[in-house]
């Protein structure tokens, strides 16, 4: 027994040893899965408007001075940049406010809206790498070394029941899918009860990898923004390689391989090759005559993959015995002859069961209803699983909710749904980033990596899980049983055949498009129009190889290829097309009540504040990373240089006024509640990712330009706002997550609802109305009876500013001015105020411009019905009635 305890405590003290590593070094790759570089600049040539300071030469071996607002006093200090202020600056970012050091907002405080990093959210051992590394960073002569060794403990080895970013295997097939390295980002990965695990890919239609033991462990996929790159499970034995076991060839005798729009994840090398060929990505895809259809699950979990190659529809199950024997059954409609090639190593004793086999190939003959089995042995380094302590549970969880905190109008309030557990009982990372309810009330909740579950009836019970970032979806029936979401791989639709409450079939809607296992390249969407098309969008991807990625002369932001930064259909026959491109991070779709198409975009390269637009197909709007897909066009073609395409650029409608009200916004949803959300029925709700804000939009449309009115309705949520969705009874449920892209409110994820009292008014701007010689104001309550149009005037005040779309990151607020108000009229409810602004209608004052409406003292304005303290509005201007 003592030997023992010995053993465990030397091999405690192995998992737990300090090792040496260059601080520096570690300290950029923190500041890459962090992506700080995105609100803070760290290179001396790089001009683009971030949301934070510039960290360039502000850490210096000798500390400089940095003039901050402390915010709890009111005054500016200068304070030494040293360590202690660097640290402060993470842990604590709202005590001192760093003022602008140049550029037009030189001398004023940075806002407070950087979130606060703990020590659970960076530690400090990456903290004091990320500070060595931005040492380095300032100017020759300046700067600290560029290698500083120092310690860092080492991560325990954890089994993986203790890591809850692992994902356990117990009596039933687990399927995932997840960015493996040795595969493409389409991959599917599945783990067996017997220990065997294997990975399927789309882009040969072959088994590929195969290892024992452990399953995936999905903690760098679930760290920050993510690394792609996720690892087999604890204890992993690698079995066979990821050579292809048995690839199918086209009619012609070539080996399927779809590298050119799923390359191995990491693989910048076949990135680089397809980006720099040109050609037509689509007549690329016609060639090669063939399609990963899906997956469905058998009885007992098996995954049965789908393909098609030419007219032959194929179906392929693929299973290990107890002896490391592999097993690959392949049935379907075979129109004609299929050759599948198979590898040439890493097995033994090869039969086959029907077919001819012959020199390396097996050909299965025309026809259908008939089962071809290829059997070998593999099992030369099988491990055990680690056993599992607990049981899995499928069986519902009960939904609990408590008080949440937020800042809302009067007569609202926010409830807190804790997440379900996973089916082992363990906390999960639960971001709940697409949200849509059944005609019979049943919530369905996607979510980026724990899969798609549903609540009914005070329960959560998991629906359908290995999902790869899901980020929306529709119920096309009245209970939730079929579903299309959009995840990063693929437009999937799920359903439940056999009626047990879970997902058994996951068909491939569309994958016509590249996908390379960047973090960056999300799949937003789904929505549906009136006549059964489907409609997403794809995001850019963020590479630091800026070979891998063109960027079309910006920093961060490019297109790997295969219409990344594009919207697509897919019509109800299943046709799937390129709908319109020149989009950045389309983080938010949605379709409006007149049923017109809307977007989100984020703030960035040539997109100088976030936007709302309406998409129309063919129509380009603003950033030309995406034109390198179009027909023959490389990275260098001068054909697709933003100059010639800048005067196409698509009208958008409204700006949110950056840092302001919103950084990232998301999902937009409309309120059709008739009134049980309150005054705001039709207008549109977006939130904001970064902020952890929520704002009500009132479209206006002049002619045929749109504009229109924002406002706040709600700040300091837990986390950040992705997917707002109205419920059958009027309540507002909101789909939160922060991780990557820390947001104010300070939590990973988060579900709230916000719960409407109808006895209960606020006063608020509902909306603004353009006219030719100024605004006319709308509220949700009347002005108080005291309230003149004299005593009205004084507190109201108007400035406005434009934003630059350019090639720069973001913009500052240009053409800034204030506006007089030479008379306002009251209306005879009291509900509006008409503002004569002097010369309102000239093109300096109307012409793509937002235009910031503040009115003081409003509880005394509105007595005796509750206001905050100020009222504020956004109206973006591009044209005044005639």
């Known amino acids: 027994m003592k030997s023992a305890i010995c053993l465990f405590s030397l091999l405690l003290l192995s998992q737990l040893h300090a090792e040496q590593v260059d601080l520096v070094a570690k300290g950029r790759e923190a500041f890459q899965v962090w992506n700080c570089a995105t609100c803070h600049a760290i290179d001396p040539d790089d001009v683009s408007i971030k949301t934070g300071p510039s960290l360039y030469n502000l850490f210096q071996t000798t500390p400089r001075d940095r003039e901050v607002l402390v915010p709890a006093t009111g005054s500016r200090a200068k304070v030494k940049a040293d360590k202690d202020y660097f640290l402060n600056s993470v842990r604590n970012p709202a005590t001192q406010l760093a003022c602008a050091e140049k550029g037009p907002s030189k001398g004023e405080a940075y806002p407070a809206i950087m979130p606060q990093f703990t020590a659970e959210v960076i530690t400090d051992a990456n903290l004091e790498a990320i500070w060595h590394y931005l040492r380095n960073s300032s100017e020759q002569g300046k700067n600290g070394p560029a290698v500083v060794m120092g310690e860092v403990k080492a991560e325990a080895v954890t089994k993986d029941f203790e890591n809850l970013s692992a994902v356990l295997v117990g009596a039933r097939p687990r399927v995932f899918r997840a960015p493996l390295e040795q595969a493409s980002g389409r991959a599917i990965h599945v783990g067996l009860p017997n220990g065997m695990n294997f990975t399927f890919d789309p882009r040969r239609l072959s088994l590929r990898t195969v290892w024992s033991g452990g399953f995936l462990n999905l903690k760098k996929e679930q760290t920050g923004r993510s690394t792609p ?8 034995a690698d079995v066979l390689d990821a050579t292809p076991a048995l690839v199918p060839l086209t009619a012609d005798g070539t080996p399927i391989d779809f590298e050119f729009k799923e390359p191995d994840v990491n693989d910048d090398a076949s990135v680089i090759r397809h980006l720099e060929k040109g050609g037509d990505f689509l007549k690329e895809l016609a060639s090669w005559d063939a399609a990963f259809l899906g997956y469905d699950l058998a009885e007992k979990g098996d995954p049965v993959f789908h393909f098609r190659v030419g007219k032959n529809i194929l179906t392929q199950a ?13 049935s379907g409609k075979l129109a004609t002859a299929q050759v ?40 030369h380094s099988l491990v055990a699983r680690s056993p599992l302590s607990v049981a899995e549970n499928l069986a519902p969880q009960s939904a609990t909710t408590s008080p949440g905190e937020a800042d809302l109008p009067a007569g609202y309030r926010v409830l807190n749904w804790a997440p379900p557990k996973d089916t082992f009982g363990r906390d999960q990372l639960f971001e709940p980033t697409g949200i849509a309810v059944a005609k019979d009330g049943t919530i369905v909740v996607g979510t980026r990596t724990a899969g798609i579950w549903r609540w009914k009836n005070q329960t959560w019970q998991l629906f359908a899980e290995g999902t790869y970032e899901c980020l929306g979806l529709v119920i096309e029936d009245d209970h ?6 959009a995840q990063k791989p693929e437009l999937t639709r799920i359903r439940d055949r056999n009626s047990d409450g879970r997902a058994d079939s996951f068909e491939t809607v569309c994958d016509d498009f590249g996908f390379h296992g960047n973090y960056h390249e999300y799949t937003h969407g789904p929505v549906r129009d009136a006549e059964g098309n489907y409609y997403f969008s794809l995001n850019l991807c963020h590479s630091n190889n800026d070979q891998a990625s063109y960027k079309a002369g910006g920093k961060y932001m490019g297109s790997m290829g295969g219409f990344r930064g594009w919207a697509f259909r897919v019509s109800p026959a299943g046709v799937c097309e390129p709908f319109a491109n020149g989009l950045r991070s389309p983080a938010g ?5 007149q049923g017109r198409l809307v977007y989100t975009e984020n703030q960035g390269e040539y ?32 054909e697709i240089a933003f100059e010639k395409w800048q005067a196409k650029t698509h009208p958008f409608a409204i700006w949110f006024p950056h840092n ?5 916004p998301g999902n937009p949803t409309w309120d059709l509640t008739g009134g049980k959300f309150g005054p705001f029925s039709g207008q549109m709700f977006v939130g904001d990712q970064t902020l952890s804000t929520l704002v009500h939009v009132a479209s206006e449309r002049i002619g045929d330009v749109d504009q229109g009115t924002m406002v706040i309705f709600a700040r300091m949520l837990a986390s950040g706002v992705m997917r707002p969705c109205f419920l059958p009874d009027g309540s507002l449920l909101l789909g939160q997550t922060g991780r990557g892209w820390q947001s104010n409110g300070g939590k990973e994820a988060s579900l709230q609802q916000i719960i409407h009292d109808p006895s209960v008014t606020a006063a608020e701007i ?19 009876t005291s309230v003149t149009a004299e005593s009205l005037l004084p507190k109201i005040q108007i400035d406005s500013w434009t934003y630059t779309d350019a090639v720069t990151y973001g913009s500052e607020e240009n053409q800034k001015r204030k506006s007089s108000i030479s008379s306002l009229v009251i209306s005879k409810d009291r509900k509006s105020v008409a503002l004569e602004i002097p010369d309102f209608s000239t093109p300096e004052n109307i012409i793509h411009r937002i235009h910031h409406l503040l009115i003081l003292d409003a509880p005394a304005i509105f007595a005796p019905v509750v206001a905050r303290p100020a009222l504020e509005a956004y109206q973006t201007v591009h044209v005044i009635p005639r």
């Open 229 to 236: 790159g996720s690892e087999h499970g604890f204890g992993a």
């Open 318 to 330: 693929i299973s290990f015995t107890d002896d490391g024997s592999l097993v690959i059954e392949i």
């Open 340 to 379: 599948f090639q198979l590898r040439e190593t890493g097995w033994s004793d090869l039969k086959t069961t029907g077919g001819t086999f012959a020199d390396g190939r097996w050909t299965l003959p025309v026809g259908e209803g008939k089962t071809y089995r290829l059997q070998a042995k593999v099992g």
């Open 480 to 485: 939730g049983d079929s579903i299309v979401i």
């Open 589 to 593: 779709l949605g379709i409006d009540p």
């Open 607 to 638: 997109v100088g504040s976030s936007k709302i637009s309406y998409l129309v197909k063919g129509e380009f709007y603003g950033h030309p990373s995406g034109l390198v897909s179009l027909p023959g066009m490389q990275p260098g073609s001068p």
């Open 660 to 664: 302001k009200l919103a950084n990232s």
């Open 766 to 784: 509902l909306s603004i109305q353009t006219r030719k010689t100024g605004f006319t104001v709308n509220f949700t309550a009347p002005l108080a």
